[in-house]
DNA sequence: CGGCAAATTGGTAGCGCTGCCAAAAAAACC
DNA sequence: GGTTTTTTTGGCAGCGCTACCAATTTGCCG
């Protein structure tokens, strides 16, 4: 397996003539429409141009095609700073996500901004990289912009972002666990129900020697609460988690093969090994299919996430799916309706598979 | 397989007062603190205080703690709606995006907000389903923000698209494709290159009856660029497309594999197939690996993006790898820079892989 | 056609902040 | 000590829009 590198022949860098034919200087500040300049164009007042494009308050059809047209003419853009500003209330949500590589909060991403968009508000989101820290610098810079909501992943927040949220006076929804006080709202499900599901189903299989393996749980708090419920499950059947594998940095496929690698180099007879995440027990799966170790009958595999990818493999993943992109739109749908407090519990779903 | 579907036993719509000991009732607007009573409380004119939050202008040592003192005890916040207002350039960076289910944006997310949050910059988005008449009105609905920057996926955007972009006087970054002129900043690599460079690459390990798998390119046109620059290669070397099965809907795992058996079931004698993207190569690899179908003596397979995923399965993935992350970087390090219009070509790796 | 209610419209005061300018204070100099 | 510089400060006019209110027009009825 080897790389060879590619490029189309430009360079990186160029200087700006040879760029395309067609490059407009835009060095220029374009001196930009107002609402002022449309009414004068129109001849109407400027709160009459306001009523029309907002299409609020009542004018007449001649009225409004005549602004229609001046908005037409001069290609006049209405300027949602200065609007905000004026009345009460963004349309802005703001997202305060751990990060972008774990497919889950894309998903929630995808839901939410679906439903915001049709709603006509804006999504606008920094990553945290699983810092609380960072959460907490990250979601004060988001309340700068005044936004109707503040969404973040989970329950587990520094003192100083909670007392800020609460002050705020915005909505606060937390979004992906729901083992814990909620500020405002909360949808999700509950992690450690799913790391209990998890093992009572492996105990009902038959499995009494089971493994972990696992990402950096410091970080991903959730992460953590499913194993831990996971384990007490184990323990009170009397079949105690018989060796774990953490890997230190993020859950990915490459981290779940060599954990599992890991795994079964120092213990010998595991019947069965939970991943802490669908991409890392993708990665143990792999790595039973490259050693021919025999699954599910050698060893069990069970993931959490419920990934499409886990379904289209030669056996599909046994897993637990939650419903990502479902809470993203219930807590977007939550924020449009200004809905009371309230913490929703959307559940999961257990996927038997075949690799378990 | 079965499902079984778990909840913790929440109700979903309960009445608020059920949801928590903690919450708060945040119905009535807080009163917000402004700028004004922080400078009255730190006995100060309002550009003082302006000043020091900013650490712009000159201001005693003696001043910045009065000031700051008065900002920790009023719990003030700025307001960047208004400050964005009153000065000229937003922090705002728009990001007008085809789909967050497709890997590659998440990505390119990830490298811009990282060097956006760096500088004090705001990530908007929103996601046009490849749908070019819905990135228009995204696209003008983001315009209304006035942001610094505007990025959009490819470079084909409709007459409207392009005249109000230009007409904004606000930076325009084109994504991950650079064949076609740019509006103002483009930063990628070139997808007829990436489609030319797989198909000289099946060629000269002499594979010579070669398919084709994709999803619904007329939406994904950067995907349609690749599929006709390979066919070209192919036909220039007297290897002309044997087959193709084209799968409606997004680029999937399971539309890979149901794409490959489908061309499997008409095609008897090929002997490699190209796919749109890993995701779809992966699935053709399942179902491979479901079939005994020996890869790659008796078929070959060939992939796009390099996903993480694809190095660790048995064999890893032949493919070309993109540069996703590096995308987002480079062009939010430009538009912080404020650059001058150039074209960024990042190139591609070729991961020979042991698929094909 | 007068008279009153309803539908339209325009004027204007902010929204909370920044940028400019001039005033005041401090520092430097002869 | 009296200037001249330099630094630090406050006042205030907007940024572009919306919300409120009052003025105007229209519609309708007897």
Redesign the pocket.
Known sequence: MGAERWSSGRQVGQPPQQSGSNVTMEFKPQP?V???E??EAA?????????V??N?????G???ERVMAAVERLG?V??????T????GSRLVAFVIPSLSNIVFPDVLRGASAVLEENRYQAVFSVTDYDPGKEEALAAAMLAWRPAAVMLAGCEHTEGTVKMLRASGCRVVELLDLDGDALDIAVGFSNRAAGRGSAAFLLKRGYRRIGYVGHDLNRDTRAGKRFSSFCETLGAHDAPLVAREILPGASSVENGRLGLERLLARTTDLDAVYFSNDDMALGGYFHCLAEGIAIPSKLAIFGYNGLDIGRATPQPLSTIRTPRVATGQIAAQLVVANAPPQAVDLGFELIEGATA
Chains 1, 2 share one sequence.
Do not use: D, M
């Open positions: 930009t107002t609402l002022a449309v009414a001849g109407v007042g400027e709160s009459t141009v306001s009523r494009l907002r609020h308050g009542s004018f007449s001649k009225t409004r006049y209405p300027n949602r700073i200065a609007g500003l004026a009345s009460t």
